[in-house]
């Protein structure tokens, strides 16, 4: 609600508001901000705005280094809540000190250059500029006010001491030395129980994984590796050395294409009008790009057109139509700072098992969403991808593949699966080829030459351990890091499949991992030669030593299949898109994986779960969020024979109990508010079953589902198959089939059952802190 009045000549607006408690959704909180902000933005520049209103916001005690915004007598905790209002009171002071900056103006400059400076010039006076993160074995988080005067009189005290080597400085450096120590141990002990008592509520969450990450980094031994080794596997030590070796490495991937044939036809260019950029394209597109996310060279984070509002929406929505017109982005966005990241598998210090992520401009971020989005109403991709697709991730393709295998082994038929991947996909797509393809799917030549534009000249360098090496130029490959690569990457694929590929389940595909199925192990040894002869005469190359072969319900003297006269790996079991599937059709081995990521999970968290001083409730929390998702990865489909035992041992290791204690099962769930594993595991089957009822009959999941194939299932006990699994879910769930096509139905049902199902007694021992 806001007033405005006239007093004496000034207008003076008065807002009050009532913001929601800390207890409501996420959502009404930023529906109570954006509504603040439209009424802020709706007041004309030059009156006098006065706000009062109840934010729920504890600001915490003290104000040093926010004097302008707050008084000093605030409540000693403070909250989210409170955090937010400063945060508030700094975008504010930034937007003040911008327009100043802008002498007087609302509306930014035309000229990003101009614009671009001003706004880092602002954002280093209100913000300043950070040092990185802490330096190994500093902790001074917890430092406050009377600990920094007492160090810096002491630090005086060295100095008088050194200057003058007398018996009474001496002492008196004692002393001071022996005072501080104690302040020091006071203060860290008071700033930990601090600490753990907000851990205990829900504004202290992102403290609870903040210190959770920092706990398990400085658990390892080795946090960043200065060493590499040269091409002939020398290892080099010197920081000259290895950041060439770097630049060496990453030049060469960038700007060296695979042999490919020259295409000679051409294409007729789609020269048709564009439209102009609207507000609403740069409004979805803004709220699609995430905030702390790591800055490109320009260093503006997006976060400040976040806080800009309606101005930046305006000044961005003009810059890019500048650059659609013109075809040509700023010189600044065609740099870029790639970081090495280790792909944990292979020699640490081996170039080729690093992944090269660029850190790009997050305004070119923005510009490459809008034009994504623009591209993805224009070009239709195959249903054979499941990549980085709409409506479609690695669940639909995981379950697609085993339910054929299952069909197939209940039907005592063979089943051919040849799995395939691309070598340095991202990094070798030749440029002409991107060209051709995006003519070829329909793109108009306006979006082609701005795309173009994209790479045009781009150059980068490489940020590691020791430091940053010099620019080079990148000629070949797609972006990693971009926000268009997945899309376009998708397209080259699609257009260079077009003859080869068949429809789903036979092929599929995952960016560039890509299965190919058969039932006869001749034709399947036909198809990835196909493939390899469509991919590798336009660049992109098949690697041999990743190709895999496996084959269900083999019959003696099966063969192996060869791809360019060197026989493929043939395997009982692979690890498809993160899910381990078996020649046998069965998911043995899959969830002993997903027990092992558990557990991997597990200790990454090791240092929260483990602190006796954190409550049981917390510990369940983190598990829940941490460890949960990973055993339950790709279990969907999948039916537990046996009751999982490792759940309960993780619970135990937390809150410091053993089986020696004689607590029953119940109490260490009830106490740690973790459900049991197989009622968490059944909901999610359950939810996902719905999801596959309540789609279309085209849809691979109902197609695998309805499909039959002639064949008898083998003599004995029969293998347990997903339905069965299923059928018995919806008979404890007391639901039926048909009682899926209603979604809201379907989830109530599932969560009535898991709620009396999964209720759990609540006990307190002394050694459970609650």
Not at 174 to 191: P, Y
Request: hydrophobic letters at 35%; aromatic letters at 8%.
């Amino acid at each position: 609600m806001s007033l405005k009045l006239g007093i004496e000549g000034v207008m003076l607006n008065v807002v009050s508001g009532y913001a929601p408690q800390v207890g409501c959704e996420l959502k009404e909180k930023e529906r109570f901000w954006s509504e603040l902000d439209e009424v802020m933005e709706s007041i004309p520049t030059g009156e006098r705005v006065v706000i009062g209103a109840d934010f729920n916001g504890h600001v915490g005690e003290g104000n040093r280094g926010d004097e302008e915004v707050m008084g000093r007598f605030g409540v000693k905790e403070s909250n989210l809540e409170g955090q937010k209002l400063k945060k508030e009171e700094c975008c504010e002071e930034f937007r003040q000190m911008l327009r100043q900056a802008l002498g007087g103006q609302v509306v930014l400059p035309d000229d990003w250059k101009t614009t671009a400076e001003v706004i880092r010039e602002t954002g280093r006076k209100v913000l300043g500029v950070s040092s990185g993160r802490r330096k190994e074995d500093k902790e001074t988080w917890w430092w406050n006010e009377e600990v920094q005067d007492s160090i810096q009189r002491k630090r005086l005290t060295k100095k008088k001491w050194d200057m003058d080597r007398t018996e009474e400085n001496r002492q008196e450096y004692k002393e001071l030395q022996r005072r501080v120590k104690r302040e020091v141990s006071k203060a860290k002990q008071e700033a930990y129980d601090e600490l753990y008592t907000r851990l205990d509520t829900r504004e202290g969450e992102k403290d609870l994984y903040r210190l959770a990450r920092q706990r398990d980094r400085d658990g390892k031994d080795v946090q960043q590796v200065r060493v590499i080794k040269d091409r002939d596997g020398r290892v080099l030590t010197s920081e000259e050395s290895v950041q060439r070796r770097w630049k060496e490495y990453f030049e060469e991937l960038m700007n060296e294409e695979n042999e490919r044939e020259k295409r000679v036809e051409g294409l007729n260019s789609v020269e048709q009008k564009v439209d102009k950029i609207r507000k609403d394209e740069v409004r979805k597109a803004l709220k699609k790009m995430k905030s702390g996310k790591a800055v490109g060279p320009d260093d503006i984070p997006v976060e400040v057109w976040k806080c800009l509002g309606e101005a930046a929406v305006e000044f961005l929505t003009s810059l890019f139509n500048r650059v659609l017109e013109s075809e040509s982005m700023p010189e600044e966005w065609r740099r870029s700072v790639l970081v090495p990241i280790f792909k944990n598998k292979g020699d640490v210090q081996s170039c080729s098992n690093y992944r090269g992520i660029k850190l790009m401009s997050h305004t070119m971020k923005l510009w490459e969403r809008v034009v994504e989005a623009r591209l993805r109403k224009v070009v239709e991709i195959c249903e054979q991808q499941y990549g980085f697709m709409p409506r479609k991730s690695t669940t639909d393709a995981i379950f697609a593949l085993r339910i054929l295998m299952e069909k197939y082994r209940d039907g005592q038929r063979e089943l051919h699966c040849v799995f395939v991947d691309l070598e340095k996909a991202y990094d070798r797509v030749p440029r002409e080829e991107l060209w051709y393809c995006m003519r070829k799917s329909g793109i108009a030549e306006k979006y082609v030459r701005v795309v173009q534009d994209m790479y045009e000249r781009s150059r980068t360098v490489v940020r590691c351990a020791v430091g940053q090496t010099e620019e080079f130029k990148v000629e070949v490959g797609l972006h990693q890091g971009s926000a268009l690569s997945p899309f376009l990457f998708a397209m080259v694929i699609d257009q260079l499949s077009e003859e080869v590929r068949q429809e789903s389940p036979w092929t599929m595909m995952f960016a560039d991992d890509i299965v190919i199925c058969s039932e006869s192990r001749e034709q399947v040894e036909g198809n990835p030669e196909r493939w390899r002869f469509a991919l590798e005469r336009r660049g992109m190359k098949v690697s041999r030593s990743k190709a895999e072969y496996m084959c269900v319900n083999e019959r003696e003297g099966s063969g192996t299949v060869r791809l360019l006269g060197e026989e493929v790996k043939k395997v009982q079991e692979f690890k498809y898109l993160g899910s381990t599937v078996q020649s046998n059709g069965e998911s043995g081995k899959e969830v002993k994986k997903r027990v092992q990521a558990g557990w991997n999970g597990w200790r990454k968290v090791l240092g929260v779960l483990c602190d006796r001083k954190i409550s049981a409730r917390i510990k369940g929390k983190v598990y829940r969020t941490v460890v949960r998702p990973a055993m339950l990865y790709g279990l969907e489909i999948v039916s537990l024979r046996k009751r999982q035992e490792s759940e309960l041992k993780m619970l135990r290791f937390s809150l410091g109990v053993t089986r020696l204690d004689r607590i029953r099962n119940e109490y260490i769930r009830g106490t740690a508010h973790v459900g049991r594993l197989g009622d968490k595991v059944r909901e999610t089957r359950l939810r996902w079953f719905g999801h596959v009822q309540r789609r279309e009959s085209e849809y691979i999941g109902r197609r695998m589902l309805d499909m039959e194939l002639p064949g008898r299932r083998q003599r004995g006990r029969p293998k347990r198959r997903y339905m069965d699994g299923i059928n018995e879910d919806m008979k404890l769930v007391g639901a039926s089939v048909e009682d899926a096509e209603d979604r809201d139905r379907w989830r109530e049902m599932i969560r009535y059952f898991i709620l009396l199902h999964g209720k759990l007694p609540f006990r307190t021992y002394a050694y459970l802190r609650p």
